[in-house]
């Protein structure tokens, strides 16, 4: 079994030493720092996050700041989704693409003041991306790295913690909007969001030195409902329908093949990939789409994309499966040219080896965001 070596090269989040303490197994590489995956039980861990609370290091899910006069056009030029009429202390779930028309994240827009916005990203290099459009196109900003690392408390059971942790201001956050508050002294922006479906909160650290304060209090009040620490779940995501960008994506997928076109305001302004988002799609038929799949047969581990074909013919890949305890079954996402997305299309999978057949399913696994 391959070993991740943890040194001083990969940066660490304020919440690491603590995760470790805690009995994080399995990490990954995420923003060019180490994420915890697994505390080593995955189905119980699972089931924490469906029926009680856990919470989780997610400070490698990094933010980029954009400060200044411009900061609201910025914003919005960057992101397929229309951001001018974005209200400060709300959140706005956006696609991003590059001028090829190429999906590059997936964040949560989130204005902190007019002139001061973060960008909430998944895996990538977004701010030498915006750094770079914004020189090239003479915005008045300022585009950096902020010292903000959330931690995450998700779960049926969250919201009982949160208000515990922090009182009843969170009867005053709705979905995807923010306040800055502080705990004892330790600054942070709280959200109600997170990378589940279960419910709960993100805490914004905005001092990285207090990390191990932020978290010793988070399970001193979590103590009362069982709380442990837990990680973003890969069995719960797909169930319930929630993107991982370079998972479930390759690098010729744009938003709307992503399915996230109905993020795509084409109809508003300008923004980055417009014009190559629409000329991509002047033939919907020589597109692929990620649709939903089950997958019958012995499924091995899925660490790899795996190749599908019709009649002998390249279909496209699975990009991820795996087991579902809701539904009892294997399923997936998976990539594939639009002439093969129906639903009730069965393809074959070479899964290193070992025959499978997904088949296209029309049933969603989770609600929109």
């Known amino acids: 079994m391959a070993l991740l070596t943890i040194g001083s090269r990969i940066k660490k989040s304020p919440f690491h030493a603590a995760a470790a303490a805690a009995g994080a197994s399995h990490y990954t590489i995420y923003n060019r720092m180490y994420m915890p995956t697994s505390y080593g039980d995955a189905l119980g861990e699972y089931e924490r996050l469906m029926t009680g609370v856990s919470i989780w290091d997610v400070g490698a899910e990094r933010q980029v700041e954009i400060e200044g006069p411009d900061a609201r056009a910025f914003a919005d030029y960057v992101s397929c989704r229309d951001l001018s009429t974005l209200k400060v202390g709300r959140g706005r779930y956006t696609p991003m693409a590059n001028y090829d028309g190429i999906l590059i994240n997936d964040p949560i827009a989130m204005p902190i003041r007019e002139d001061l916005w973060w960008l909430s990203i998944a895996d990538s290099d977004v701010a030498l991306f915006c750094q770079g459009v914004a020189g090239a196109k003479g915005f008045d900003v300022t585009v950096r790295e902020p010292d903000v690392s959330p931690l995450a408390i998700q779960g049926p059971k969250a919201e009982d913690l949160v208000r515990g942790l922090l009182g009843d201001i969170v009867d005053e956050i709705g979905f995807f909007q923010f306040r800055e508050v502080e705990l004892q002294g330790i600054p942070m922006a709280v959200m109600r969001s997170g990378w589940s479906r279960q419910g709960g909160f993100e805490l914004f650290l905005t001092d990285g030195s207090r990390g191990q304060e932020l978290w010793d209090l988070a399970f001193a009040a979590g103590a009362a409902y069982g709380v442990a620490p837990g990680t973003p779940h890969q069995m719960e995501r797909i169930e319930n329908g929630l993107l991982s960008y370079r998972s479930d994506t390759d690098d010729d997928t744009d938003p709307v093949e992503a399915g996230l076109g109905k993020w795509c305001n084409m109809d508003a302004g300008d923004f980055v990939g ?59 996402l998976a990539l594939v040219p639009v002439r093969h997305a129906t639903p009730g299309t069965a393809l074959d999978i070479d899964a290193e080896g070992v025959a499978l057949t997904m088949t296209v399913t029309d049933i969603p696994f989770g609600d929109s965001l």
């Open 274 to 332: 417009k014009a190559a988002i629409t000329a991509r799609h002047e033939d919907p038929e020589a597109r692929k789409l990620l649709v939903n799949v089950y997958i019958d047969g012995d499924m091995p581990a899925s660490e790899n994309p795996w190749p599908a074909t019709a009649a002998g013919q390249p279909a496209g890949e699975l990009r991820v499966g795996v087991w579902s305890p809701k539904l009892g079954r294997n399923i997936g």
